[in-house]
């Protein structure tokens, strides 16, 4: 139904035609947006259930060496051995924008490149296990890094995603039929304007010619 608001004049239909047009033309830059982020978001999203397998899995084993270092090691040379930890581990965090969305991007580095810096004690009163157990957290932590950088993006695509679908719904079901309305209406306004002011000219060249008819048989007589 067209708005009540419209006034039905040239002016305002080409308002309307232009409305069309560019609502259309959003409408189709919008589906088009949400087609692709909705395929990033997939490729993400089974990139993420690959590396929480591969994470939860380093983890695991790193738990289950950690135990076992704890079966064979007293508590107190456990709070003894990680009492000063050698190396630092720095993160920089940045973005990444991917069709309008900012994703984020961690980046580390540790506080010296030698491996054996993750070993904060001596290997004389520790087990091989506790060794083992340190390795495999050391290991894990750059795919740990970039799990938590997916999980997010999926967070913020998502939302994206959710955003774009509602816009394109207003377009589409909204504003778009709006302004079809509305230029159907003035159109069918204007077309009666038009006829209303045909018939009238009509009646007025009837009247003059009547007029003139008269006019001719008054001069004869």
């Known amino acids: 139904m067209a708005s009540a608001a419209v006034t039905p004049t040239r002016m305002e239909l080409t308002r309307q035609k232009k409305r069309l047009a560019t609502a259309t033309r959003g409408h189709k830059l919008l589906k088009d947006k949400r087609d692709e982020l909705m395929r990033q ?15 939860e899995a380093g983890i695991q084993a790193a738990n289950a060496n950690f135990v076992i270092a704890k079966a064979g090691m007293s508590e107190e040379s456990l709070r003894v051995a990680f009492m000063a930890p050698r190396q630092e581990v720095y993160l920089d965090t940045s973005t990444r924008n991917v069709m309008s969305v900012d994703i984020p991007v961690f980046e580390y580095k540790t ?23 340190v390795k495999s957290l050391a290991d894990i932590l ?7 950088e997916r999980e997010k993006a ?4 998502a939302a994206e995603i959710e955003k774009t679908r509602r816009r394109v719904n207003a377009l589409e079901h909204v504003i ?23 018939i009238r000219l009509m ?19």
Do not use: W
């Open 111 to 133: 506080r010296t490149a030698d491996s054996s810096d993750i070993y904060s004690y001596g290997y004389a009163f520790t087990s091989g296990d506790l060794d083992a157990a």
């Open 41 to 55: 978001f997939m490729d993400l999203v089974r990139e993420n259930m690959e590396l929480r397998k591969k994470v």
């Open 176 to 198: 778009i039929p709006e302004a079809q309305q509305n230029i159907k209406y003035i159109t069918m306004k204007l077309d009666e304007n038009e006829r209303s002011t045909q």
């Open 203 to 221: 009646k007025v060249k009837d009247m003059m010619l009547e007029d003139a008819h008269h006019y001719k048989e008054k001069q004869q007589a």
């Open 142 to 148: 750059p795919d740990m890094l970039l799990l938590a």
């Open 154 to 157: 999926c967070q913020l695509m």
